[in-house]
DNA sequence: TGCACGATGAAC
DNA sequence: TTCATCGTGCAC
């Protein structure tokens, strides 16, 4: 059987929406120590396409909490929110342009305990915390890597959660998800 | 220097 | 609907 190909620059650098639809099915990969290699399959992710998107954190610019944002693609950014929980990102399109898809959900392949549903329940259960944003996601220990084969499923689309302050912005069906998928957090 | 608030999740 | 909990952004 083939090993799954791990995404890298390439699959990053490419229009924010393409990629988050990309995302859903992939597996997101954390060594986080040895004997504990930790492997959850993408079923939910929201896409952040710009510094105009009145919903991404990229809006307060490059010196701003989301710099990584502003970096070259196939990077994490994680963020600390609500004083408790860690959201993990990848970074995409071409350095220079803030882009990015934050990861929402995730199916347990291996070595994942407890709940799933959710960006801060997911970093949970993965072990991602602040010490991984800016991460280089093409490395060994931390990378995303294509599904195994073309799996049929149908992608919904959905406003994002959580951003109702973005006033336009947060009616845009920027949230993708596997149908069907009893992993989704807000099905 | 102070303060309001959030790309959340759980309890009530 | 409220609350836990704290880094960030911005007003002062």
């Given at each position: 059987m083939p090993r799954p190909a791990r995404l890298g620059r390439r699959f990053f650098a490419r229009p924010t929406l393409e990629v988050a639809r990309g995302l859903l099915g992939a597996t997101l990969v954390h060594q986080?120590?040895?004997?504990d290699r930790r492997v959850g399959r993408i079923v939910e992710v929201e896409a952040y396409v710009?510094?105009?998107?009145?919903?991404?954190?990229?809006?307060?610019?490059?010196?701003?909490?989301?710099?990584?944002?502003?970096?070259?693609?196939?990077?994490a950014y994680v963020y600390f929110i609500y004083g408790m929980y860690y959201c993990m990102n990848a970074v995409t399109e071409r350095e220079g342009h803030a882009a990015a898809v934050l990861l929402r959900a995730i199916e347990p392949v291996k070595n994942v305990e407890g709940r799933t549903q959710g960006p801060g329940l997911l970093c949970r259960a993965m072990n991602i915390?602040?010490?991984?944003?800016?991460?280089?996601?093409?490395s060994d220990d931390f990378h995303i890597a294509a599904p195994r084969q073309e799996v049929p499923q149908v992608i919904v689309k959905r406003p994002r959660v959580?951003?109702?302050?973005?006033?336009r912005w947060a009616k845009r069906h920027l949230r993708f998800y596997i149908q069907g998928n009893p992993f989704v957090s807000r099905p």
């Open positions: 986080v120590g040895p004997g710009g510094p105009s998107d009145r919903a991404s954190h990229a809006r307060f610019g490059p010196a701003g909490r989301a710099r990584v944002m502003f970096g070259p693609p196939g990077h915390d602040k010490h991984l944003n800016g991460h280089d996601l093409e959580g951003v109702d302050y973005a006033r």
